[in-house]
């Protein structure tokens, strides 16, 4: 008489599944091709059942159908535990840019074949600052974090959480447009002017820009975009109308500026053209400039004053670049507006940004100053961003509505143009 041949299989699921561990393990025997046991771990001996049947059991087919989801789930978490090491031990996920921009408290490293991306989130006790490095009036642009000394509140800083360039960071930025009344012979040539800039300035699938007219309103003409035909359609339907409301179009576009996300680092960035003067506004500067400060958005303003004489609006204008780490322009030509929008666009080309965690940081609103010190080969830089910050109310860390009399969000694009 012939032996019948008895094929015994002993399966078991590996414990590494994704993150956690999986503690099921799976036995079962079979004749040719037909499972004849099943049982889950601890109710048979270690070295697995081994069962001899001359022919399938009468409920093969059945235990197939239970067996074979779990064998293909086996395969695809196994292929996908292994693709996510990476995100699993970094905890935080990659920018879609591959910025070259490190951080120096990452739990990882990337190979050489992946991009090195600014790969920490925004903290609460985190402070960002973007700042340009000059050497008699010419950019300094090979710094690394060993040159770089950063003193919070008159305190040193012990170690940077993130150092690099500007240029490596998604940008998120809005123009606004002083469309009152007071605007004078140059306004169209301005709003050429600005559309090339933005045109230059913004880049595809990178960048994001919306557009802001504001007379004793703010208007919405454009909303977030990289499109270089949208954010120039938006410069051209501003309308000249009404009183000025700058400081209450600011806070708003500084609002607008900080729910564009802060779950991953940015630069955000506001370019206004306007003479200064406010008349309409229920906010002061004071309250502007804090406000500016706190969502960390750097102002660089353009002077539409044409008088050839200073006047209180460019005053006004200078100290909303001075205390937010950008720069104020006084074109007195349509020629010289060009020159100051592209000395903008070669700033922000240029600028460096560094985060930190201050050594005693506390939520209690305080305003802190802050003092950055470049210095190579012996020789220091002339360095030049904001002077401060006020650190964020525990209350308060969320963003909340505008307050009782500031203009309307600039969440919707404005119809009546």
């Known amino acids: 008489m012939r032996k019948r041949s008895t094929l015994s299989v002993r399966s078991v699921l590996p414990d590494g599944f994704g993150k956690e561990s999986l503690n099921v393990r799976i036995y079962f025997s079979c004749h040719g091709l037909f499972p004849v ?32 989801p779990l064998l293909i789930a086996l395969g695809t978490s196994t292929s996908f535990s292994q693709e996510c090491a990476g995100c699993l031990n970094s905890g935080v996920p990659a920018t879609p840019n591959g910025s070259g921009f490190r951080s120096s408290n990452l739990s990882f490293t990337p190979s050489s074949s992946a991009p090195d991306p600014w790969t920490i989130r925004k903290r609460v006790d985190e402070v960002t600052v973007f700042f340009t490095v000059t050497n008699r009036h010419k950019f300094v642009d090979d710094l690394g974090e060993e040159d770089v000394n950063v003193t919070d509140d008159r305190k040193p800083v012990p170690r940077l959480s993130a150092f690099g360039h500007e240029r490596d960071l998604p940008l998120r930025m809005g123009l606004m447009v002083d469309t009152s009344n007071s605007i004078h012979y140059r306004f169209r040539f301005e709003q050429e002017a600005a559309t090339r800039f933005l045109q230059k300035i913004v880049r595809r699938e ?41 400081y209450d ?82 074109p007195n030509s349509a020629k010289e507006v060009v020159k100051a929008f592209a000395s903008i666009e070669d700033e922000m080309r240029n600028r460096y940004a560094l985060s930190y965690r201050p050594t005693d940081f506390a939520e209690n609103g305080r305003y802190r100053r802050i003092e950055i010190i470049a210095r190579k080969l012996k020789k220091r830089f002339h360095v030049h961003a904001r002077k401060g910050y006020y650190a964020p109310l525990a209350e308060f860390r969320e963003l909340v509505p505008p307050q009782a009399g500031i203009p309307a969000d600039l969440n919707t694009p404005d119809q009546r143009h």
């Not at 001899?52 to 093969?60: C, D, G, L, S």
């Open 206 to 246: 990178m960048d994001r820009a919306f557009v802001v007219g504001f007379s004793d309103h703010a208007n919405l003409t454009q909303d977030y975009t990289d499109d270089p035909g949208q954010l120039a359609a938006g410069v051209s339907a501003l309308k000249s109308e009404g009183g000025t409301a700058l």
């Open 37 to 68: 046991y099943f049982c889950g771990s601890g109710s048979i001996p270690p070295e697995g059942p081994v069962m001899k049947f001359p022919r399938p059991t009468q409920n093969a087919f059945s235990v197939w159908l239970l067996i074979l």
């Open 249 to 330: 179009a600011l806070r708003s576009a500084c609002g607008k500026l900080a729910s564009a996300g802060d779950n991953v680092p940015m630069a955000r960035t506001l370019v206004v053209l306007s003479d200064g003067d406010d008349n309409a506004s229920k906010a002061t500067l004071e309250q502007t400039i804090e406000n500016a400060q706190r969502h960390e958005v750097t102002i660089y303003t353009i002077s539409t004053n044409n008088s050839g004489t200073i006047r209180p609006g460019d005053k006004v204008l200078k100290e909303l670049a001075l205390q937010t780490g950008g720069r104020m322009f006084t």
